[in-house]
């Protein structure tokens, strides 16, 4: 029933390991986007896909990792976590909308809050 | 890239007053879109508004593209109307949707 799912909504974890946030959505849309909320509560963009290619890739260290199997998934991979990775991570998607790429009204996942110890 | 800045950063309003958000951006938009996220950390949709003026019960948004700006407009305030609210726009670079750094709004009963 839910819109845009992620997967696990909270996780704890040590200085170095490597985890994966997974995302779904069932809206049928086209592109799938991934921001990171930080402490101070602001939002910003780290990654968008359009029908499993990459669109957007802001700057963000490649220990992250993007990965979309099909239009209606978009998973995040984080290796050797750092205490600064530390933030809720929001899966978002959007249609298409008169032909324009990110024209389109964005939903968000619940977020995963990822804490680093 | 585009900026958004919001005003004003705080509020703190007593329940059942009237409250104006505004929203200012540096470039011309394809996507402009208002969210509250609650105290739970959700993020709920408000309004999609590139241009006019739409509402939503008790919530009302109106943007002036041409004037680079958005107002949203929350009458007869409640408790639950507590939280962050972000005005998000897409500039005309079409890299993303841009968040402004959003209204903290505290309704006290």
């Known amino acids: 029933d839910t819109a845009v799912s992620q997967t696990p909504k909270y996780l704890v974890t040590q200085m170095g390991n490597d985890k994966s946030i997974k995302c779904e959505q069932n809206?049928?849309?086209?592109?799938m986007y991934w921001y990171k909320q930080d402490s101070k509560k602001f939002l910003k963009i780290m990654f968008s896909?359009?029908?499993?290619?990459?669109?957007i890739n802001e700057t963000v260290p490649n220990r992250f990792s993007p990965k979309s199997p099909d239009k209606a998934h978009l998973n995040l991979h984080i290796n050797s976590l750092e205490l600064g990775d530390s933030a809720v991570y929001f899966c978002?998607?959007?249609?298409?909308?008169?032909?324009?790429?990110?024209?389109?009204?964005?939903?968000f996942g619940e977020g995963s809050r990822l804490t680093v110890l | 890239g585009i900026q958004v800045e919001q005003s004003p950063p705080d509020l703190i309003l007593q329940e059942g007053a009237n409250s104006t958000l505004r929203c200012n951006f540096s470039d011309s938009v394809n996507n402009l879109q208002w969210f509250h996220q609650n105290p739970w950390g959700q993020l709920i949709n408000l309004f999609y508004i590139p241009s006019g003026t739409k509402q939503n019960g008790r919530l009302s948004a109106t943007t002036v593209a041409t004037e680079r700006y958005s107002l949203l407009y929350i009458s007869s305030s409640q408790t639950t109307d507590s939280g962050v609210y972000f005005c998000?726009?897409?500039?005309?670079?079409?890299?993303?949707?841009?968040f402004g750094k959003g209204t903290h709004l505290i309704i006290q009963p």
């Open positions: 809206l049928g849309h086209d592109t």
């Open positions: 978002a998607s959007s249609p298409k909308t008169s032909g324009r790429m990110f024209a389109g009204e964005l939903f």
């Open positions: 998000a726009v897409v500039g005309g670079g079409a890299d993303g949707l841009t």
């Open positions: 896909y359009n029908n499993k290619e990459l669109i």
